[in-house]
């Protein structure tokens, strides 16, 4: 498996990715939220290239990972994670936890200060997430507490408290 930077020849690969992990079983091959979203994001200039990673598998694209501009307060600098999708088929095979690891550290390299992310906390305290709240980080939408996780990385300071705001595609979908 190869963890990459995804090409602009990688953009209908990516959409099959998102489509197929997050299908719903009354609407198999329709556009779904996550791949609707990452092409806003990429639209609005929000999606991070250096951060926007693919996972090949002999030649293929089997899962994407990306992160987008975020803000805390007013302040920039974290980004928020997601959708992180793999192909069905490969799901549970380390596709996902390789993603994860290889983004996590990219944000690092890149002095990003904490990543935030929407999501099981089962699933994810295994790469270093912990719920918002033991940071003073808070959700724009309240009913999130309980999925709205945050890993602090290296450049993080306690300066990063207040309410997380996603880039606005987040908003629209």
Not at 116 to 124: N, R
């Amino acid at each position: 498996m190869l963890i990459r930077r995804e090409t602009e020849a990688d953009a209908a690969a990516i959409r099959v990715v998102h489509d197929a992990a997050f299908a719903k079983p009354d609407a198999p091959g329709a556009e779904t939220v996550e791949s609707r979203l990452v092409g806003e994001l990429r639209a609005d200039g929000d999606l991070l290239p250096a951060l926007s990673l693919v996972a090949e598998l002999d030649g293929r694209v089997a899962g994407h990972v990306c992160c987008s501009h975020a803000r805390i307060e007013s302040t920039p600098g974290p980004v928020g994670l997601g959708p992180l999708g793999v192909l069905p088929e490969l799901q549970s095979a380390g596709v996902g936890s390789a993603l994860m690891h290889a983004v996590l550290a990219a944000a690092d390299a890149l002095e990003i200060p904490v990543v935030v992310l929407l999501g099981s906390p089962g699933y994810y305290s295994r790469f270093g997430f912990v719920l918002a709240a033991e940071h003073g980080i808070t959700p724009s939408i309240p009913d999130w507490a309980p999925h709205f996780q945050v890993r602090p990385l290296t450049a993080y300071s306690a300066e990063f408290t207040g309410a997380f705001h996603y880039a606005p595609a987040f908003d629209r979908i």
